[in-house]
């Protein structure tokens, strides 16, 4: 595909819903679905320390219910703006074992869901023409752990650097985070706001947050069917977004 100049010097892409498919929903509430998420990756983590011989473990039940109890402490204190890593070091502490800090990572899902059509090349496209890129996502997934899952998604090559909010201590659409993006993006650099494009699937949290900063802003409407005009571009798909990151010349 040939070159083309584009408008904008970075560009910020959250990550579920915008470039990873949603997992269908199981069919319970809400509270029940949080819980069945969290023991899979739980297991996940667990198993690996069990199968590296760290030891003596507690059972995993035991394990399980000490977890629930600690993330329930940093609900209540740090309103979902922690890491995972935060909660598996205390229970590391509770149940004295060694330091595990490098399994972290396997606190997630094993197998993440796939990628939509197209995102790989566009991505491609896009660090071909020397726009650096960066993932924004409310998660409490640390920036390690995220990475590990871009690199199984074959994308991690991609991205210069991977804001979660786990990490940094805030939400979308705070407008903190999103500077925090500029500053891990053009380190040192002046960069004019419309020359920076936020793309993700939430309107409240991805795009109303970079339009407080005056970004330009892309919905994928994978989620949601419109943003009822605050995005500057509703698409239905990514495949749509080369037209409005590489404009066709007139």
Same mark, same amino acid.
């Given at each position: ?11 910020? #892409?959250? #990550? ?11 069919? *319970? ?29 507690? @059972?995993?039940?035991?394990? #399980? %219910? %000490? ?25 590391? *502490? ?54 590990? @899952? ?14 979660? !909010? ?13 500077? #925090? ?8 650099q002046a960069v004019s706001s419309e020359r920076i494009l936020m793309v993700g699937n939430e309107t409240e949290a991805d795009i109303s947050g970079a339009k407080s900063l ?8 994978? @989620? ?12 239905? !798909? ?13």
């Amino acid at each position: 595909m040939e070159s083309r100049a584009s408008p904008f010097d970075l560009i910020v #892409f959250d #990550f579920k819903g915008t470039l990873q498919v949603k997992k269908k929903k199981i069919k *319970a509430d809400k509270q029940t679905k949080k819980i069945l998420k969290l023991r899979r990756r739980a297991t996940n983590f667990f198993e690996s320390i069990n199968e590296a011989g760290v030891g003596p473990l507690p @059972t995993f039940d035991d394990f #399980f %219910a %000490a977890f629930l109890k600690s993330k329930e402490k940093f609900d209540n204190e740090k309103p979902d703006c922690y890491s995972w890593s935060e909660v598996l070091d205390e229970i590391v *502490a509770e149940f004295q074992l060694p330091d595990v800090s490098q399994y972290y990572n396997q606190f997630q899902d094993s197998v993440p869901a796939p990628l939509y059509p197209g995102v790989k090349e566009l991505l491609q496209r896009i660090q071909q023409n020397d726009i650096p890129l960066v993932m924004l996502r409310n998660s409490n997934l640390s920036r390690v752990s995220m990475e590990k @899952t871009l690199q199984t998604l074959d994308i991690g090559q991609y991205f210069k650097y991977i804001v979660t !909010s786990g990490e940094v201590g805030i939400r979308k659409p705070d407008k903190r985070i999103f500077e #925090f993006c500029i500053q891990k993006g053009l380190p040192g650099q002046a960069v004019s706001s419309e020359r920076i494009l936020m793309v993700g699937n939430e309107t409240e949290a991805d795009i109303s947050g970079a339009k407080s900063l005056g970004w330009k802003t892309v919905l994928l409407c994978n @989620t949601e069917s419109t943003s009822n005009g605050l995005a500057d571009y509703d698409l239905p !798909s990514i495949q749509e977004l080369h037209d409005v990151i590489f404009p066709p010349k007139l």
